[in-house]
């Protein structure tokens, strides 16, 4: 096992950061290619910028965010975080209480770990389900949280999210969304509505997935709970910063379903051309995925490496030897191992499908020599 904690997985962040600037550096960024689905944009004209330096931006950004992010996400009210963990851990400090029980239903496991993590802090009990059949709301439930999409893009079925929904609002319990991508994936690729409109009371999206925004989130939801999730979120400096707000301001501004849906067909195409090497590849809505088991039987040796060790490893040469950007080489602690390829963003159209499925192959090729050797694949990982 080369990666065994949370630690570990930020010295690997740490190396795979310094590879990349040294790409940038050496190579220029247009060697780089971002396929994480996350951009981390900041557009922002000259004029926005010099507001910035005023009192009046933050004023003025606030106002259009409402607007702009209601139009979103629905809802009555809206409130910019950090990060969407950010704003998860705020509505789990507002609206839970010690030892009541919080009940997540997710598509499909593992949830993301803001979610469990926030409900320890407030000594709260965690139940998750990712059966529909298997869900409960048991006695004092505080919250119930849905999963919209998972990190891994499985979209929850719109039927059991509206049965869902009802049954925490027939025992008057807050319904709370992480719908992190799932915001943008559900509406436009599989035409479910809004969360908010669906009924959900507090519903968090991620700024930074799918569309040109900054690392941010967005809460929208019921005005009295929004309030209430403010006030906590100050307390403990969760709010997004000017600067973040101005960039998710221009980022909802500039968004348009047009690279989603041309991704959502592009993909086939991709996977298609990767089948004729591969076999465990599989489709996501806006591209392709493999997850840690199905690399490690695609790879298909004797090796000492965890099948997450394997996913780390194959993410980090694909940054290393082709200047691809795949999630576990650059994510925070407890994020989804899987690959996943996502060609929405603008780097993956900077690409021929040809020449990116050739850069997996090469990189798999290389994987197979080097995950027979733990001393060389640990080298890699950390540096
Ligand atoms: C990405 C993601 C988060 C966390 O977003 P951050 O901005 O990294 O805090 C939470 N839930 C899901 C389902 C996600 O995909």
Redesign the pocket.
Known sequence: MIINNYLDEVKKRENALSIIKDIVKNKGRDNLYDLTGLSGGFIASDEDLNLLETYVGPAIFEDELQDLGIEHMGGEKIFSVN????G?LATILSLVDENSNVVHYLPELP??P?IPKSCDLVRANYLEFDNFDEFIIPKNTSLVVV?G???DHKVIDEEKFKKVIDMAHQKDIPVLV?D???ARLRTVIFNQQKACDLGADIVIT?T??LMSGP???LIAGKKELIDKIKVKANQFGLEAQPPSILAIVNALKEFNDENLFKSYNRKYEFISLLNKNFTEFELTPTGVMITPEKLAKQLNINSDLSYKDIAFLFSMILLKEEGIITIPAVS?PG?SPTIRFDLSTGDAFNLTLERLSKKILNSFNILKKISKDSKKSSEIIFN
Do not use: V
């Open positions: 990060r969407t963990s950010s998860i949830s993301h803001s999963t999409a998972t990190m992480d992190a991508s799932g991620s930074d997935k690392r941010g989130g925070m994020a």
